[in-house]
């Protein structure tokens, strides 16, 4: 699947669900009405209330004579326990191990799928940024811990999202369902269309071989005329994407970055990702590090592009990951993530270039030593290529 790019769609129906109490239950009741097959794709999968509640929808499902895939990451899927990969064995759900660990295997265990996608009878997906885990949703609870958002798509872009689940389910037994170059026939992005109701596209990475996701957010960023807003909880991004959001503040465009705050599961990835933010500030970017909560959304909205879904942007997962995105341009899913920015820019601490200068010795420290970390390895894995 290297050179495969699909087009767009119209016709289509976004809806964004904004943390788990929303999207899980949604998700969930999808599940309860398959009637042929349910497809699931994670990487983040451990044992807890929200898995036992999403394993006992898959079973009753299976239980209905429903076809259910799971393909799940071997590494983030390291907390499923026997138990409830048992109960979905009993029940007939085919669960399937993306790249399994091995020693033997060396650096290739970095490789990682890390996309999150649920598709129910060819006619409803979700897609975001969610794992099942109590973070994103316990069901006893009325708020989640980690802040993150999937959107609920129904349409023609459906058969889309299928393609790109069924081609990994198949490769993952060593099968090729179709021709790398066969799906849509574009050996380069589509052009831009219109913006229209329910117009939208799939976007993903494939590790170093396929890059489209990232190819069209450069896109997007330089032809932005008013805003580029940006959600990472993992800010390590490329010098590309760094260089062409310092052109876009450049030119009066404005940019602004919605990063994690103290809440993170990461802390050394925050700190290395800080050594960025000098250069930024001074070009007139805005940094917002989100405060409630640990931030785990990855969405972008350039004017009225929208670019949502597994994608940190990050230059680890543009090496290791296969990621996935939807890609709209829908004047009303644009509002509903604009929406979403502006509640987020509100709770969250905008960071100036004072705030920078008089920061503590302590994370001058750490952000020395996580940044020269990072930029040894990266520089050691670019010396293999």
Same mark, same amino acid.
Not at 114 to 125: C, G, P, Y
């Given at each position: 699947m290297t050179g495969s790019i699909f087009p767009w769609k119209g016709g289509n129906h976004f809806q964004l669900l904004v943390d788990g109490p929303a999207f899980f239950p949604a998700m969930l009741a999808a599940i309860a009405t398959a009637e042929r097959r349910v497809a699931l794709e994670l990487y983040l999968a451990e044992d807890g209330r929200c898995s036992e509640a999403l394993v006992s929808a898959l079973v009753d499902a299976a239980r209905r004579? +429903?076809?259910?895939?799971?393909?799940?990451?071997?590494?983030?899927?390291?907390?499923?326990? &026997? +138990? *409830? !990969?048992?109960?979905?064995?009993?029940?007939? +759900?085919? *669960?399937?191990?993306?790249?399994?660990?091995?020693?033997?295997?060396?650096?290739?265990?970095?490789? !990682?799928?890390?996309? &999150?996608?649920?598709?129910?009878? =060819? !006619?409803?997906?979700?897609?975001?940024?969610?794992?099942?885990?109590?973070?994103?949703?316990?069901?006893?609870?009325?708020?989640?811990?980690?802040? =993150?958002?999937m959107v609920r798509i129904e349409g023609p872009l459906v058969a889309h999202w299928l393609l790109l689940f069924d081609f990994q389910w198949l490769a993952s037994e060593g099968r090729q369902p179709w021709r790398a170059d066969g799906n849509s026939g574009l050996a380069h992005l589509p052009p831009s269309p219109q913006a229209g109701q329910g117009m939208g596209r799939v976007a993903y990475a494939n590790a170093r071989q396929h890059r489209d996701i990232a190819q069209s957010l450069l896109r997007s960023v330089s032809r932005a005329k008013q805003r580029i807003w940006l959600a990472t909880p993992y800010f390590l991004p490329s010098w590309k994407v760094r260089r062409y959001l310092v052109k876009a503040a450049s030119r009066g465009v404005e940019v602004r970055l919605l990063l994690t705050g103290r809440h993170t599961d990461h802390p050394p990835i925050r700190y290395a990702g800080q050594r960025y933010y000098p250069r930024l500030l001074k070009a007139g970017v805005r940094i917002f590090e989100y405060q409630p909560r640990f931030l785990h959304l990855k969405m972008v909205l350039v004017d009225d592009w929208v670019s949502v879904g597994s994608c940190n942007f990050d230059h680890w997962n543009l090496r290791f990951n296969l990621d996935a995105n939807l890609e709209a341009l829908d004047p009303a899913f644009s509002g509903e993530v604009a929406e979403c920015f502006v509640s987020d820019f509100a709770a969250s601490r905008e960071v100036t270039l004072q705030d920078w200068h008089q920061r503590p010795l302590l994370s001058r420290l750490r952000q020395r030593l996580w940044g020269w970390l990072d930029r040894l390895v990266v520089n050691l894995f670019d010396r293999r290529r």
């Open positions: 004579g +429903v076809a259910v895939h799971c393909l799940f990451d071997d590494f983030g899927c390291l907390g499923f326990g &026997k +138990v *409830l !990969r048992q109960r979905l064995a009993s029940a007939g +759900v085919e *669960l399937r191990l993306y790249n399994p660990l091995r020693w033997r295997r060396g650096v290739r265990n970095l490789y !990682r799928d890390h996309r &999150k996608i649920l598709l129910v009878d =060819e !006619r409803v997906a979700f897609v975001g940024g969610t794992g099942a885990t109590d973070e994103f949703w316990d069901p006893l609870a009325s708020s989640s811990a980690w802040h =993150e958002v």
